[in-house]
Every structure is written in structure tokens, then in C-alpha cells.
């Protein structure tokens, strides 16, 4: 089993940065594949960003793209989200999954991520 904790979320001026981190424990969690998603009240669970273990390859999603910067730390087993540029429509629970066995072709899907965290709120203020 693998354990997700994520920290760093909190209250935000639009405009303003904040650093996500998100420790994984337990099996194999240092040769995890380990992503981000969010979810904004009524709204479905959307893609943000995910890092490969295996050569740190990203994805971002167009919305944070050029706004997002993913990485890892494998001897922390951790791994970051720093967003800058904030909108108000960044505000959202982020969570960090991981999934079993990744595959390229599903990198932005929910249902392909097995391990979840408890989730961070992120609120940015205009």
C-alpha cells in the first residue's frame, strides 16, 4: 500500500505563488509515477501535472501550463507542484496520486490513478 500526504496549500493573492509538496510512503513509493489533479466545488476532478519516476518526464495541463513547474526529490520520495502567476480559478482541493502501473496514454485520467492523498485547499483571492 502507498500513502499520499499533501501540504502547502492555503490562502493566496492572484498573482501570488505557493509550493504543494506531497510525501508518498510505503511500497515501492520511491519509483512511483506521481501527479496532481484539483477539484473546484462542483466541479469533476481535472488533470494538472504529473512526473515520471523513471526520467522525471512531464505533463502539465494546458491551463496551468507555463504557470506550473512539477518535480521530485526521489530521495524525499516527494514531489512539488509550484504554481505562480495565481488566478482565482485556481482555487480547488489539490490532490497527489499515484497510479500502479502508468501508462502514457492515460496520464490525465482520474480513474487511472490508484493512490490518493487526502487533498490541500488552495484559495486564491482576487
Known amino acids: 500500500q502507498v500513502q499520499l500526504v499533501e501540504s502547502g496549500g492555503g490562502l493566496v493573492q492572484a498573482g501570488g505563488s505557493l509550493r504543494l509538496s506531497c510525501a508518498a510512503s510505503?511500497?515501492?513509493?520511491?519509483?512511483?509515477?506521481m501527479g496532481w489533479f484539483r477539484q473546484a466545488p462542483g466541479k469533476e476532478r481535472e488533470f494538472v501535472a504529473t512526473?515520471?519516476?523513471?526520467?522525471?518526464?512531464?505533463y502539465y495541463a494546458d491551463s496551468v501550463k507555463g504557470r506550473a513547474t512539477i518535480s521530485r526529490d526521489n530521495a524525499k520520495n516527494t514531489v512539488y507542484l509550484h504554481m505562480n502567476n495565481l488566478k482565482p480559478e485556481d482555487t480547488a482541493v489539490y490532490y497527489c496520486a499515484a497510479p500502479k502501473y502508468f501508462s502514457a496514454a492515460f496520464y490525465a485520467r482520474a480513474d487511472h490513478y490508484d493512490y490518493w492523498g487526502q487533498g490541500t485547499q488552495v484559495t486564491v483571492s482576487s
Open positions: 512526473i515520471l519516476w523513471s526520467d522525471s518526464y512531464t
Open positions: 510505503g511500497r515501492t513509493s520511491s519509483s512511483l509515477t
